[in-house]
T-cell receptor, first 113, second 112 residues
Framework: DTEVTQTPKHLVMGMTNKKSLKCEQH?????MYWYKQKAKKPPELMFV???????INESVPSRFSPECPNSSLLNLHLHALQPEDSALYLC????????????FGPGTRLTVL | KQEVTQIPAALSVPEGENLVLNCSFT??????LQWFRQDPGKGLTSLLL?????REQTSGRLNASLDKSSGRSTLYIAASQPGDSATYLC???????????FGGGTRVLVKP
């Protein structure tokens, strides 16, 4: 099973709200990723977790706060977002190696009003 | 900083034709390169991964080549079908964190 699940599928939030995105995989992967994809643009890496530790933060604003509670679960906490943060947020996972295929979830479509 | 270019940006072919999608990247110090397809509003589906030591990788009607020294990869799709219509993205990967940098994609339309 090469499935990565993400919830919710769609999220609409105001600029003062706090919300969280959830990503889950049961493939035994030890690396997990968050990407942001704006309309008609390629995905851009935000964060990488390896063995539940944050290994890469691509200078993402602090209004985005990642969390990896265990090896199967990855969260992205959102607070005080801006309308320009509206995008498709994609989660991926892979074996924690340098040459491993990344498997993507279906994404969460976020709209910030 | 890695820059990835995909040409053409869009491609329309009749069913049955072979597809050739090109990807070029500026930093040849990569560990792998992945090809993905993305349907509108959906996530990415991994098609092929080529390790930096490989020249070619095949899966069914798909064949991807890699020339790391010249910073190029090509995805060939044989005997295209309407179901192949999607955007195809290439992404070379660096060692640290298996970090992928995506190209802008090639939007493919296969007409019945």
């Amino acid at each position: 099973d090469t499935e990565v699940t993400q919830t919710p599928k769609h999220l609409v939030m105001g600029m003062t709200n706090k919300k969280s995105l959830k990503c889950e995989q049961h493939m035994g992967h030890r690396a997990m990723y968050w990407y942001k994809q704006k309309a008609k643009k390629p995905p851009e890496l935000m964060f990488v977790y390896s063995y539940e530790k944050l290994s890469i933060n691509e200078s993402v604003p602090s209004r985005f706060s990642p969390e990896c509670p265990n090896s199967s679960l990855l969260n992205l906490h959102l607070h005080a977002l801006q309308p320009e943060d509206s995008a498709l947020y994609l989660c991926a996972s892979s074996q924690a190696g340098q040459i491993d295929t990344q498997y993507f979830g279906p994404g969460t479509r976020l709209t910030v009003l | 900083k890695q820059e990835v270019t995909q040409i053409p940006a869009a491609l329309s072919v009749p069913e049955g034709e072979n597809l050739v999608l090109n990807c070029s990247f500026t930093d040849s110090a990569i560990y792998n390169l992945q090809w993905f397809r993305q349907d509108p509003g959906k996530g990415l589906t991994s098609l092929l991964l080529i390790q930096s030591s490989q020249r070619e990788q095949t899966s069914g009607r798909l064949n991807a080549s890699l020339d790391k020294s010249s910073g190029r990869s090509t995805l060939y799709i044989a005997a295209s079908q309407p179901g192949d219509s999607a955007t195809y993205l290439c992404a070379p990967g660096k060692a640290a964190g298996n970090k992928l940098t995506f190209g802008g994609g090639t939007r493919v339309l296969v007409k019945p």
